[in-house]
């Protein structure tokens, strides 16, 4: 899983094993190792509509399991939403990996 975050825009690509882990509702998770903390980005199948939140140790993006599932066996690149606020959200399938 790859993040990207640019002004108001949260993007995640993922290679296929994690979109294949997604639709079986396993959840994802990245760390990156700051010198005093670690910061985890999690990618979880909950909840009713795709949604960001910001944890104390990192970012939590939530995917409805219907979605994750339907998107996964489907030609469609992304999933996306604007969040309140003007957030952009994007989980995006990585081919080129």
Do not use: Y
Request: with cysteine.
């Amino acid at each position: 899983m790859k993040l990207r975050i640019i002004s108001d825009e949260v993007r995640l690509r993922l290679n296929a094993d994690d979109i294949v882990s997604l639709s079986q509702g396993i959840g994802l998770r990245e760390t990156v190792s700051l010198p005093n903390q670690q910061v985890h980005i999690d990618l979880a199948c909950e909840g009713s509509q795709i949604g960001v939140a910001f944890a104390a140790d990192g970012i939590r993006v939530s995917v409805p399991s219907a979605d994750a599932v339907a998107w996964s066996v489907s030609d469609r690149e992304t999933l996306s939403a604007v969040l309140v606020g003007g957030c952009r959200l994007l989980v995006e399938k990585d081919r080129r990996s």
